[in-house]
């Protein structure tokens, strides 16, 4: 069984950050593969481009890197993408059963996840893995989401 993480996003545009976490994390924390996740209508965003664009700008973005891979799961199901739905699907189309599977995460995201659509399930169905990005303040984070998330070890 391969190393896999999941990576979900809007990426609208995705730019440089996005690769460069995405390849530490792999090389630092040895994942075999970066699964980016497009988003087809995140839950909290609004004025996005076109779905087909952003597809187009992820494919270009991550050609040529052999530990980077796409998957359009959230734009087959179409509606709002859920992460709960996320790695629920994913897990089944990959016949992964109880494998562990890694859902990454940067340190903005990190601070409103208690709020997510079941956040808890989320917990308990994958391994969340948070990118710090600098000025990061865990404070206002609930205890709970702290101890059952693991922050990936970027140099």
Known sequence: MKKVCLF???????????????QTVAEVEDFEKIIFVLANQP??????S??????S?????????PNFDISEIDLERGGISFTIDTIKDYKKTEN???NKIYYLIGSDSLMSFHKWEHAEEILKECQVLVAIRPGFRPSSIPRWVLKQIQFANIP
Request: no cysteine; hydrophobic share 40%.
């Open 8 to 22: 979900g996003g809007t990426f609208d545009p995705p730019h440089i950050g996005h690769l460069l976490v995405a």
């Open 43 to 48: 839950p909290f965003k609004d004025n996005i």
């Open 50 to 55: 076109k779905v087909e664009r952003r597809l």
């Open 57 to 65: 700008m992820l494919k270009m973005a991550v050609s040529g890197n």
């Open 96 to 98: 992964l059963g109880e």
